[in-house]
Structures are given as structure tokens and as C-alpha cells.
């Protein structure tokens, strides 16, 4: 009992969740780089349909988050100032496991551009999210080219972001 009340005062309580649903749901493996991404297809918050095989042809940014994750909610204002500033990529969150006032109250307060699709778990499973934040980059193919479980800063993204159009314009 001693070593489990250790753990809890070392990773905290929301932390000791995170772990635990790491662990139900097989844990920190990722989409890998060359696969296709899975269809995705849904409503936005504004009631318009969404199919992610509609952006074909451009680089696209798929970020899984959900409204209690407090790491999803720190980077919620990068990934906007992201998508403002490279227009030349798509950018779609894909809000799991929230309820939808909720997820409307997040894109008001970060005035978040880019299209919000709330996903179910089969969903989340598909893109090998079992843990929030999920970021992906995906090419012109709709093929992963990058993938990050877990936060990330704006800084980092706009690096792989700048790198990969540099790259592909070649």
C-alpha cells in the first residue's frame, strides 16, 4: 500500500489515469511513418460534413485533443497561431471524448480556425490515439510523415511544419 500511495504522490491522480489508460489500451505506439491515415469522416462543430479524403493533394496537420486534457488545452492556442501562419497546411482537430459546449467554449476562447470534428473512441482507435494530445502530419497522399503522442510547443510544430514544405518543394 505504501509503494501505490508513492506513485500517486509522484505522478498525481490525472497522471496515474493517463497511465492507466495507456496501459488498457496497449500503450505508446503510434500510427508509423508511410501509413495511410484512416478515413476520418464527420460533422463539424458548425454542422458541415467533414471527410479528411477530401484534403488530398495537401499537407495536412490531424490533431487529436479533448477538452479535460490539460497538455491538449496548452497547445490549443499554438496549433492556431500555427494554422495562421502556414497556410499552406491544413489543420483539423479531432475532439475526443468531450462534450460539445465544452469543445464549443475551446474554439471561442482560442479562436481556433481550422475545422473541429468530435470523434468517437473507434475513431480515437483507428488513428492509434490511445492517449491525448495525438498530433500527425500527413503529405499530399494522406500518408503520416510525422506523428507526436503527446504535447508539443508551437515552436516544435512550426519547425517540422517549415522542414517538411521546404522539403517537399523541392
Same mark, same amino acid.
Given at each position: 500500500?505504501?509503494?501505490?500511495?508513492?506513485?500517486?504522490?509522484?505522478?498525481?491522480?490525472?497522471?496515474?489515469?493517463?497511465?492507466?489508460? +495507456?496501459?488498457? =489500451?496497449?500503450?505508446?505506439?503510434?500510427? #508509423?511513418?508511410?501509413?495511410?491515415?484512416? $478515413?476520418? !469522416? %464527420?460533422?463539424?462543430?458548425?454542422?458541415?460534413?467533414?471527410?479528411?479524403?477530401?484534403?488530398?493533394?495537401?499537407?495536412?496537420?490531424v490533431?487529436?485533443?479533448?477538452?479535460?486534457?490539460?497538455?491538449? +488545452?496548452?497547445? =490549443?492556442?499554438?496549433?492556431?497561431?500555427? #494554422?495562421?501562419?502556414?497556410?499552406?497546411? $491544413?489543420? !483539423? %482537430?479531432?475532439?475526443?471524448d468531450?462534450?460539445?459546449?465544452?469543445?464549443?467554449?475551446?474554439?471561442?476562447?482560442?479562436?481556433?480556425?481550422?475545422p473541429?470534428?468530435p470523434?468517437?473512441?473507434?475513431?480515437?482507435?483507428?488513428?492509434?490515439?490511445?492517449?491525448?494530445? #495525438?498530433?500527425?502530419?500527413?503529405?499530399?497522399?494522406g500518408?503520416?510523415?510525422?506523428?507526436?503522442?503527446?504535447?508539443?510547443?508551437?515552436?516544435?510544430?512550426?519547425?517540422?511544419?517549415?522542414?517538411?514544405?521546404?522539403t517537399?518543394?523541392?
Amino acid at each position: 500500500m505504501d509503494t501505490f500511495r508513492t506513485i500517486i504522490r509522484a505522478v498525481g491522480v490525472a497522471g496515474l489515469l493517463g497511465i492507466l489508460v +495507456v496501459s488498457l =489500451l496497449g500503450g505508446g505506439e503510434s500510427l #508509423a511513418e508511410g501509413s495511410a491515415a484512416p $478515413r476520418t !469522416v %464527420g460533422r463539424t462543430l458548425d454542422g458541415g460534413a467533414f471527410d479528411l479524403a477530401t484534403w488530398q493533394g495537401q499537407p495536412v496537420v490531424v490533431n487529436l485533443w479533448a477538452t479535460w486534457c490539460a497538455p491538449c +488545452v496548452h497547445e =490549443l492556442p499554438e496549433f492556431a497561431a500555427a #494554422a495562421r501562419r502556414h497556410e499552406d497546411v $491544413r489543420f !483539423v %482537430g479531432l475532439a475526443a471524448d468531450s462534450p460539445r459546449d465544452a469543445i464549443e467554449r475551446m474554439v471561442a476562447r482560442f479562436q481556433i480556425p481550422y475545422p473541429i470534428v468530435p470523434i468517437d473512441g473507434a475513431t480515437q482507435q483507428a488513428w492509434k490515439a490511445n492517449a491525448v494530445p #495525438a498530433t500527425y502530419l500527413l503529405d499530399g497522399d494522406g500518408k503520416v510523415v510525422w506523428s507526436v503522442l503527446g504535447g508539443i510547443t508551437g515552436r516544435d510544430l512550426d519547425a517540422v511544419l517549415t522542414k517538411f514544405v521546404t522539403t517537399t518543394a523541392r
